[in-house]
């Protein structure tokens, strides 16, 4: 497969995915064999207008097991032409001169595909605001087919702050390409998903159940994926339209209680950082696989871009 | 050629320019056979006092695509050693022990000649303050003989923030040291070039016009060189001094019927960021070069980084 | 000898710094025979949570001289995940799930052990806070070691900032480690070396004596190890108990007058950056090593480096 811009989750088909999967699977053998040379005279920019360590650090440490280099910023926005008012699309046109490929991270939803109208180079999508991370589902995905051997018929919680988290959205669009059992979306109900991926579902035919009780939930379902309160982009107004107090947050915390509910081959995934909506006590669990998940990350990020930088090498 | 420090841009002399045109041309087809390993043991320290994605990120790729690495820091003066009161002589003796040569962006005109006159490897000045940028320089001219096959005899405009832009200052120097046509200094009274300039002019038997009639100017000449109002490190004198409002500015803005009235066969360059001195709307004409020229700052800092660091290879 | 993680400088026996001395000379051959490519699928991530260009610089750039590669933040602080409110430790096990080796710097005493606990990969400290600043330790005896070609036996003032200084409570501990002369503690009174450091000298038989007359200890002394006012991490508390005014630091300041005093084979060091604790007329001693001091915080690093990534190899 060639891959030209990554841009949304839901641009990846069915086929696309499982391809996607099993080229993550080879990339961790790179990996663990010490790694390789496809990319070795390949330049990646990562361009993060947000900060995002875990993000950023994964595709550069991806990039460079696959024998390429990297550059980059870590603050575009502070340390850039930004601040001397260049538009978003002037500086991927030339930042597009240097490199041959550019990870971008931006605040605003639908500045990825701005960015690829122009771009003489692939943009790869890292989380654009409030919009999509459709890496970030593709290594939900894969993580899920990787511990349980398939995502067909499983049944699937998403837990906590689901009107603001990115992650969710984009893992909703991916699993519609699947045959999935049943989603289950957990949380207070002032931080419902939003009406317009429950559409897509229902578009789609994927059933999916609202509640407010995750203890019953999660005695139910293969993967219970958690997420943490984002508030970091709030207005004033969506601070207090999303104001959850700790006592109605503590619900949907996952603690050795929920955990011992599970069923023993079942899966705990969060896309990471957390606050305290996963306890550490939780961590030592063999169902706890958050950790794996991120890690996961770097192989899934080695598969995309070996599929766009180096599409013909075996 | 062997390049020692790179500090301002009338260092370089006719014969040296045209030399560096010719490298920087090898470099285009380096980068194009997907680049080279020419400085493989070597390392390019970027320390950026001051923000400049562009720059920065050009000089990095540049050594990338040689097969060197780079190290370096986006924001000197916040994250460094400056911020526990060291001098940047002592800097400079030091992270001249780590590295091969050493790229320096700093806020204070003649820093790069300080930094020049200790460090134990050369200095490439990536922009002094208000004093000179003479990579920028190098490229500027690189790209008006690619663009029309020479510089002897043109007719160059200089328009816009004369007052405060360095890139035209440092421009001025180096079309001195070819047989220039005229160059027309198009500005706001208040913004007009500085009289140091206009005197080495003189002195060096370029002809220059001013003039406030971008119109009239824009039909007779072979360049037009765009630059934007540059206000980020006035102080609140300056501010006065140079405050020009929109009104004032508009007449000296590069929109379609300014593009209409040039010849055919003339070129419109800009070293960016731009803000809207010229509208998006000129960008697909032909004759719009500043997304060339952006890139050939890639060639003409390979070329250097080459001079400096590997000056006996073929 | 194959390194785990370097977390305080009291780890380190004789021998295993006789050895790191050894290793640390092979890689200065290393250096100037152009690099290395021992290190070439390796893989260091620099997290620094707290500014050091300096020693991040040297980290980084021992990578990339013996082949290896590098990713980093520059400011972990304010542009990661614990700005989301993530822990060190969850930040450590995801990132060390993407390299092969962790360089952390961080603002809390015990960071770099807590780390150690949960990384699945090495972790260098790179200081962490008032506590320890391990590396330094090593390059500075070895430092001595290379400047005088022993250290048993030896005389040694260090100078200044007691109090708060980091780099001479870590040489401490490893001095202790041989059979060093004496030690003499030269500082205002509101400065002197706290009692921890004093006490663990006395438990390991070496001599010390406080003083407050820097004349006549310079000129007695083998090494005089200066260091800087280090005020940058006080609190309001500590502000106060340990100021000093520019009259009261005056006499502990290195000048000519000093350095005159000074036996012709003694040496002067200094952690670095200074504030004007050494004058620069000063430098041109040949007795002022602090600049080569600098520079073997690259060979020594490298040696580490090794060590921990490549035990194995020649």
Redesign the interface.
């Known amino acids: 497969m060639k891959l030209n811009h990554v841009i949304e989750s839901q641009q990846f088909e069915r086929a696309d995915l499982e391809w996607l999967f099993t080229q993550a699977d080879r990339m961790r053998n790179v990996v663990e064999a010490?790694?390789a040379n496809l990319l070795r005279?390949k330049?990646m920019?990562s361009l993060f207008y947000e900060?995002?360590?875990?993000t950023r650090?994964?595709f550069?440490?991806a990039m460079?097991?696959l024998g390429g280099?990297?550059?980059?910023?870590?603050?575009?926005r502070?340390?850039?032409?930004v601040?001397?008012?260049?538009t978003l699309?002037?500086?991927i046109?030339?930042?597009g001169?240097?490199?041959d490929v550019i990870v971008l991270r931006h605040d605003e939803e639908g500045s990825a595909e701005k960015a690829a109208a122009v771009s003489p180079v692939q943009i790869i999508n890292a989380g654009d605001g409030p919009g999509q991370h459709p890496t970030q589902a593709v290594l939900d995905t894969y993580t899920i087919n990787k511990e349980i051997g398939k995502i067909d018929d499983l049944s699937i919680a998403m837990c906590g702050d689901l009107a603001r988290g990115r992650t969710v959205r984009s893992l909703c669009y991916q699993l519609a390409k699947f045959n999935i059992g049943t989603i289950h979306l957990v949380s207070h109900p002032k931080l419902r998903m939003r009406d317009d991926i429950k559409e897509y579902l229902t578009k789609h035919d994927v059933k999916y159940v609202e509640s407010e009780d995750l203890e019953a939930v999660a005695s139910e379902v293969d993967i219970l994926y958690q997420t943490?309160t984002q508030d970091?982009r709030d207005d004033k107004e969506d601070e207090e339209r999303f104001l959850v107090t700790p006592e109605e947050a503590a619900p949907f915390d996952i603690d050795k209680s929920i955990v011992q509910r599970m069923r023993e081959d079942a899966y705990i995934m969060h896309p990471?950082?957390?606050?305290g909506e996963i306890t550490?006590a939780v961590d030592s669990d063999l169902r706890a696989a958050y950790?794996r998940q991120?890690?996961n990350g770097?192989y899934v990020r080695m598969a995309l871009l070996k599929a766009i930088l180096a599409p013909e090498a075996a």
């Open positions: 010490g790694g005279t330049i920019a900060p995002s360590t875990r650090l994964s550069e440490a460079l097991r280099s990297v550059i980059g910023t870590e603050n575009a502070e340390f850039s032409s601040s001397k008012g260049e699309e002037d500086t046109r030339v930042i001169g240097y490199v943490r970091e990471l950082p957390r606050k550490t950790f991120a890690k770097l």
